[in-house]
Nanobody
Framework: QVQLQESGPGLVNPSQTLSLTCTVS??????????WAWIRQPPGKEMEWMGV???????YYAPSLKSRTAVSRDTSKNQFTLQLSFAIAEDTAVYYC?????WGQGTQVTVSS
């Protein structure tokens, strides 16, 4: 059974890079067929799909975030990461990692000085 856990700073200064890690257990991120995703939910708004990394390491991003988003992985730790550069207040949200319908518990990130 796959389990995912997000981790990272809860507070990010504006213009800095927001970095989060998703630690995966129960399955290898390199062998399972489906992609590994980052999704966020700003306060009072709908869920927003941000991007994915495939088992082969390929990446795909939401067009609106593509210029600021990077998803990568550390196969030795069975983790994948999200980096969102030039953070703005509108990036304040609960961030989730997801795989085949399995979700992490989410982590609150606030962008504020």
């Amino acid at each position: 059974q796959v389990q995912l856990q997000e981790s990272g700073p809860g507070l990010v200064n504006p213009s800095q890079t927001l970095s989060l890690t998703c630690t995966v257990s129960g399955v290898s991120i390199t062998t399972n067929y489906y992609s590994w995703a980052w999704i966020r939910q700003p306060p009072g708004k709908e869920m927003e799909w941000m991007g994915v990394i495939t088992r082969a390491g390929g990446t795909y991003y939401a067009p609106s975030l593509k210029s600021r988003t990077a998803v990568s992985r550390d196969t030795s730790k069975n983790q994948f990461t999200l980096q969102l550069s030039f953070a703005i207040a509108e990036d304040t949200a609960v961030y989730y990692c997801e795989h085949r319908g399995a979700w992490g518990q989410g982590t609150q990130v606030t962008v504020s000085s």
